[in-house]
């Protein structure tokens, strides 16, 4: 049923009678096999076969950047020690406004891409003024003390683990600032 009444190749088959005898066949209706040399259908099969060299030259080039990316985060992981590749990354900015509106940013990568919906971002609650030291070590406690809970959670069967917004733990944290945030 899926097969078309109308298939067009670039280059006629040699057994073109006897294949589009077996598709009429299992499509219960006439199906036409040709080859155009000229004309609309001969314009239609340039674009298709345009189109489909397009999106070959793309899925080698997503590939390239994929193998690129894994290259990446495995000399990345080698780098810092790490005895696997990093799968879980995150990072943390603290933010405030003149001293006040004191707020932390959790970005993830996942494999190596942003995870945006495990995105996260605090609203420091012990920090008065701007110090950018204990708003990160506040920001960090609460973080690790939610997956903690999280994890309690699971084990009691209040939790499914793939819905755990702050587990699995980081293979890496990165943060800015200098030897003081570290």
């Given at each position: 049923s899926d097969i078309p009444p109308l298939i067009l190749t670039e280059t006629e088959a040699e057994d073109a009678q006897t294949i589009s005898e077996w598709l009429s066949a299992?499509?219960?209706?006439?199906?036409?096999?040709?080859?155009?040399?000229?004309?609309?259908?001969?314009?239609?099969?340039?674009?298709?076969?345009?189109?489909?060299?397009?999106?070959?030259?793309?899925?080698?080039?997503?590939?390239?950047?994929?193998?690129?990316?894994?290259?990446?985060?495995?000399?990345?992981?080698?780098?810092?020690?790490?005895?696997?590749?990093?799968?879980?990354?995150?990072?943390?900015?603290?933010?405030?406004?003149?001293?006040?509106d004191n707020v932390s940013a959790m970005v993830v990568f996942e494999n190596g891409r942003p995870a945006k919906s495990k995105y996260r971002k605090f609203k420091i609650k012990t920090v008065e003024g701007s110090d950018d030291y204990s708003s990160m070590k506040e920001t960090l406690y609460r973080r690790f003390r939610h997956a903690l809970e999280e994890e309690q959670q699971i084990e009691s069967g209040g939790l499914e683990r793939k819905n755990a917004k702050f587990l699995p733990y980081p293979d890496v944290i990165l943060i800015d600032g200098g030897k003081g945030h570290l």
């Open positions: 299992k499509r219960g209706k006439k199906v036409e096999l040709l080859s155009p040399q000229r004309g609309e259908k001969k314009k239609l099969m340039l674009m298709v076969k345009k189109n489909a060299e397009i999106a070959a030259g793309n899925w080698i080039i997503a590939k390239l950047k994929e193998k690129e990316k894994n290259t990446t985060l495995s000399a990345f992981s080698e780098m810092i020690g790490l005895k696997k590749e990093a799968e879980r990354i995150e990072a943390y900015d603290i933010s405030n406004i003149s001293g006040a």
